[in-house]
């Protein structure tokens, strides 16, 4: 079991080596909107936030919203948390100290700005790569205490360029088709992809067929486990995703729950309960 685990916990320092080459429907109403149900004891509860604002063109983690941030994570007991926009080291420390759940481990990307990703993990064991100069993407291992390892993908994909979406995308998806062994995978963050072809989006995309094409690259792949449950961010923009592998996960419930912003957050978290096959 321990050289399993060694040889498990290496997979994504071998992902971070790959970066240098790789260069369900669900019954809630969108209209009443999802809540997240009472956590089931098998469950893996995941969950995806940009917790920044939009003031002054976009800015990261207030201070004003922390205290909601930190009660919202503490309510769901998430076992992993994907966070975009976090101001800095310090801020998530201080946050996962605020949520208090047992032995809440954390990681942060590395950049020269002060709107970074964030994770945050219950207990088991967490390491973290970040691709090379590039503090929007990042490919974690972790074991859940008593659960399989799985690995992961961790992304915040520019809010302006369809082009430098797709390339992030695709790279973060082949990163995760890239393991040496199959793992259970999972690819979660602020995607800034909307795709709701009946409203009018020429406003928010430069290139709508480049935006579908990423869109499939990853559900030829893997579930998009809250699709058809609402939009995430304003203005009634579905641009946060959870991905999971079909063949090892089974989808019990996922949404983005409303109603938890704060100060001049303009994202919802998503939430998703799935669990081993």
């Given amino acids: 079991m321990a050289g399993r685990d060694c040889l498990a916990e290496g997979a994504v320092f071998l992902l971070a080596a790959l970066f240098a080459l790789i260069g369900f429907g669900f019954d809630d109403d969108e209209e009443n909107g999802y809540t997240p149900p009472p956590r089931q004891p098998d469950s893996l509860r995941v969950v995806t936030w940009n917790v920044g604002g939009s003031g002054g063109g976009g800015r990261p983690l207030s201070e004003e ?3 909601t941030v930190a009660s919202t994570i503490r309510h769901l007991e998430p076992d992993l948390v994907f966070l975009q926009e976090v101001a800095s080291r310090e801020q998530l420390e201080r946050l996962a100290g605020r949520i208090g759940l047992d032995e ?6 590395q950049g020269d700005d002060d709107r970074l990703l964030g994770v945050l993990a219950r207990r088991g064991r967490l390491r973290v790569s ?34 430098q979406r797709n390339q992030a995308i695709g790279r973060a998806v082949d990163l995760l088709d890239s393991a040496s062994r199959p793992f259970p995978r999972i690819l979660a963050g602020d995607l800034n992809l909307d795709l709701d072809l009946d409203k009018r989006r020429d406003l928010f995309t430069d290139n709508e067929h480049l935006d579908v094409e990423s869109y499939n690259y990853i559900t030829e792949r893997l579930a998009d486990v809250a699709v058809g449950t609402g ?8 641009l946060d995703y959870i991905f999971a592998s079909r063949e090892d996960f089974e989808i019990l419930s996922a949404g983005p729950w409303k109603g938890r912003r704060a100060a001049d957050m303009d994202h919802d978290p998503v939430v998703a309960d799935l669990r081993y096959r």
Avoid: N, V
């Fill in 65 to 67: 919203a922390m205290p």
């Fill in 130 to 163: 970040q691709w090379p100069g590039d503090p929007r993407t990042m490919a974690l291992f972790y074991r859940p205490e008593g659960k399989r390892p799985l690995i992961a993908a961790a992304l915040h994909a520019d809010a302006f360029s369809a082009r």
């Fill in 104 to 109: 809440m481990q954390s990681r942060i990307s």
């Fill in 231 to 238: 939009s995430t961010a304003e203005p009634d923009r579905r």
